[in-house]
């Protein structure tokens, strides 16, 4: 059990967690959500005692074991599967004592707790762990150096994820995995057999992966039972129901204080009025919500429309060095209204394959048609870098408008969602989402005909990834997009590539399906629903058949039914007339006749019905058979 009672916790003179508190149960999986900025990372230092608190306590469990990434990646020459595995340094002293205990007692200890931590498996542990974030059995081998800083990243959540600590503290693990690495993590996650606290901006990840939500808002903390969905869902409630409080205890209060001021210096009614001062003092406010919108995305609608297909690829073949093409076989077309997702694990591709598109890399054989005026911009991760670090917002669009006036410029820069305030920093000084949010700006400015994202999302929180699928989704240019934000996906795109064996081709699926191969936690469900089709279209061939060689049957029945109702019906007229008094005053004979009549239409009937029964009943064993 994590206990934060009351603390404060301030960075560089700012205020952050203002007598805040929260208890998370042993075993919890929680995600730490709030807006950048709110002091969700500097919660964690908190807890891991890196930062004291200025008031309050943070608790739990005595030799409770913390763990988090570490800063930085590993880089030295040793192999991952051993980096990983010298992470349990519980199991690596007990080995290392293995080997010089001399003590009996000692050595059966020793050999017993070995068999507590599971130390026998510990090699396949490490090396599952290593497969679910992207490495195969070869470059488990290979050392670390060999390695670029994401990859390295993915090596330190293994380490720490193999550790199993008791507490267990991710600060937005996915910034560094891709969207198989992510599915993978989602599903370890929800199995850990420990605490979790989970920083992250990932909807799915905190639907699917967490029972409880820790929301960090206004300098508090509150505690919320339930996936992402359904706090929001209950946060809303929650401030409807303050919000018409508020008006309604506004209301009151303005009523008493009329009263007071009108009664107060009368002598019949100074005791009422005393009486209403005294409740106003006790009335708590309710706070009025704080107005905490996030700015809009807005991407430039394309300056030309181009006819489909904008960009058509035969035979492709494209890569790095003459000779060894990343992929090949491309045969694909872009359409002008397409929203297409780029699956895969990273290594195999993608990013590859968005170059080729926007003219970075050329092909080495085959043809790509490119319609006449198509405009393609690219945004990536990796370009935040190219900013100009000590230029402001408005700065870097002033060189795209160098003959626009202030007001213009202004106005481009707030339609990428920087505040006014933040028009004028450097961009050294930005947040990573500001930067983000600047880039993307830039790299839309012209109004592309076909806008391609490489991880947009890394550095956004949730409010603002919702307004950046509105804004994708308001484009009408067509986009391209690689993300391992499965909400993002889901809804802004409406087909998926699949990068993989070193080509690219439709995914005959959706993200569920995708999600099911990557996890292993099921059959392919694609097979599976092929199967069903299968099964399902014999099923349906049996029944026509049956249900031919039954025709004559069911006409029968049929025919039964239309004789059954036409007698009903002649009953019926029958007994109308029967129950008419001038019957039998006036036509007593008729009343034989009709008397008569009815009997034999009651056995008649009485027939049918048995032979419509046998028949009814012939009809469904032969459908069942």
């Known amino acids: 059990m994590l206990i934060i009672n009351d603390i404060s916790l301030r960075i560089a003179g700012r205020l952050l967690l203002d007598h805040a508190s929260v208890t998370l149960p042993a075993g919890s999986k929680a995600g730490l959500v709030g807006r950048n900025g709110t002091g969700k990372t500097t919660l964690f230092k908190a807890i891991t005692g890196e930062l004291p608190s200025e008031t309050g306590s943070i608790t739990y469990p005595k030799n409770t074991r913390i763990g988090q990434v570490a800063q930085e990646a590993p880089g030295t020459e040793e192999p991952l599967i051993d980096i990983v595995l010298k992470a349990d340094t519980e199991r690596v002293t007990l080995l290392h004592e293995a080997e010089t205990a001399t003590d009996p007692h000692r050595i059966a200890e020793i050999q017993m707790r070995l068999a507590d931590i599971d130390a026998h498996s510990a090699e396949a542990r490490a090396a599952t762990i290593l497969a679910g974030l992207g490495f195969d059995t070869e470059a488990q081998k290979r050392p670390a150096s060999s390695f670029s800083g994401g990859w390295r990243m993915r090596v330190a959540l293994a380490s720490v994820l193999f550790a199993q600590p008791d507490l267990l503290l991710l600060d937005e693990p996915t910034n560094y995995l891709d969207l198989e690495g992510t599915m993978w993590l989602e599903n370890y996650v929800a199995k850990y057999p420990h605490t979790v606290l989970l920083i992250s901006h ?26 992402y969905d359904q706090f929001e869902r209950q946060l809303t409630e929650q401030r409807e129901l303050q919000e018409k409080s508020r008006v309604k205890q506004e209301a009151a209060r303005k009523h008493m204080e009329s009263f007071v001021e009108r009664f107060r210096y009368k002598a019949s009614k100074a005791r009422q009025a005393q009486s209403r001062l005294k409740a106003l003092e006790k009335m708590k406010p ?54 297409i997702a780029l699956l895969g694990a990273n290594g195999n591709g993608k990013s590859t ?9 050329k092909l080495e054989s085959g043809s790509m048609t490119i319609a006449p005026g198509l405009k393609v911009s690219i945004f990536a991760q990796h370009q935040l870098d190219d900013l100009r670090p000590e230029e402001s917002a408005v700065e870097h669009v002033r060189r795209l408008m160098p ?12 339609q990428m969602g920087l505040s006014t305030e933040k028009m004028s920093t450097a961009a050294r000084d930005l947040s990573g989402g500001e930067k983000a949010r600047l880039l993307m700006g830039i790299a839309a400015f012209d109004g592309p005909n076909l806008l391609i994202l490489d991880e947009p999302t890394n550095h956004l929180d949730i409010d603002s990834r919702e ?17 391992h934000d499965r909400h993002l996906i889901e809804a802004t795109v409406d087909r998926l590539w699949l990068v993989k064996d070193g080509t690219v081709g439709n995914y005959d699926g959706d993200l569920s399906d995708y999600y099911q191969v990557v996890t292993g936690s099921s059959v392919d469900r694609r097979e599976k629903r092929e199967a069903d089709k299968a099964s399902k279209a014999d099923r349906r061939r049996e029944a026509a058949a049956r249900r031919a060689a039954l025709e004559p049957i069911a006409k029968e029945i049929k025919a039964t039914e239309a004789l059954m109702e036409r007698i009903r019906k002649r009953i019926d007229g029958i007994e109308g007339q029967l129950a008419d008094p001038l019957l039998y005053e006036k036509e007593p004979s008729k009343l034989q006749t009709l008397s008569k009549e009815r009997a034999q239409l009651v056995t008649q009937l009485s027939g049918h019905e048995e032979k419509w029964l046998s028949l009814s009943a012939e009809y469904e064993e032969g459908i069942a058979e």
């Open 286 to 339: 309710i706070a009025a919500l704080v107005n905490d919108t996030v700015r809009p995305f807005s991407f430039p609608e394309p300056v030309k429309s181009v006819a489909s297909p904008i960009l058509a690829l035969q035979g492709g073949a494209v890569g790095y060095t003459a000779g060894k093409p990343v992929l090949k076989g491309l045969t694909l077309r872009i359409d002008d209204d397409d929203r």
């Open 403 to 414: 003959d626009a006036p202030e007001a213009k410029v202004r106005s481009r820069v707030a």
């Open 202 to 227: 990932d909807r799915d990840l905190l639907n699917r992966a967490v029972n409880s939500i820790v929301h960090l808002d206004q300098k508090k903390l509150t505690f919320w039972r339930g996936g």
């Open 353 to 361: 394959f968005a170059k080729l598109l926007a003219g970075r890399l």
């Open 467 to 483: 307004s950046l699928i509105h804004a994708l989704n308001d484009y009408s240019g067509a986009v391209m997009l690689i993300s």
